[in-house]
């Protein structure tokens, strides 16, 4: 079992910037994917940035391309979303995912094992 905690969300206006962190204990002796994903008020959750277990490969939403970055401090075992040039679209709940269930990087939520509390963005026009 993996746990998950998340940390960093808050409230920016449009343009403003976040950094979010996935803290990852437990079962965390080899290396896991993991991925961020977001909830909107009356929305399906979306996959936002995966990486895969290496570090190697990463894979984002469109809708973030160019404005979020992933990154992972193996050490710590935490995961990092910064998050520029923030939109008041990205406004959701930000939920932190881990452990693959397939062999190919997606951002389909069913595809990860283990799932975080999340943490609210807003961002205001």
């Known amino acids: 079992q993996v746990q998950l905690v998340e940390s960093g969300g808050g409230s920016v206006q449009a343009g403003g910037s976040l950094r979010l962190s996935c803290e990852a204990s437990?079962?965390?002796?080899?290396?896991?994917?993991m991925a961020w994903f977001r909830q909107g008020p009356g929305n399906e959750r979306e996959g936002v940035a995966a990486i895969d277990s290496d570090g190697f490969v990463q894979k984002y939403a469109d809708s973030v391309k160019g404005r979020f970055t992933l990154s992972k401090d193996s050490a710590k075992n935490t995961l990092y979303l910064q998050m520029n040039s923030l939109e008041p679209e990205d406004t959701a709940m930000y939920y932190c995912?881990?452990?693959?269930?397939?062999?190919?990087?997606?951002?389909?939520?069913?595809?990860?094992?283990?799932w975080g509390q999340g943490t609210q963005v807003t961002v205001s026009s």
């Open positions: 995912a881990a452990g693959c269930t397939v062999p190919i990087l997606t951002l389909i939520a069913p595809d990860f094992r283990f």
């Open positions: 437990g079962d965390t002796h080899s290396p896991i994917c």
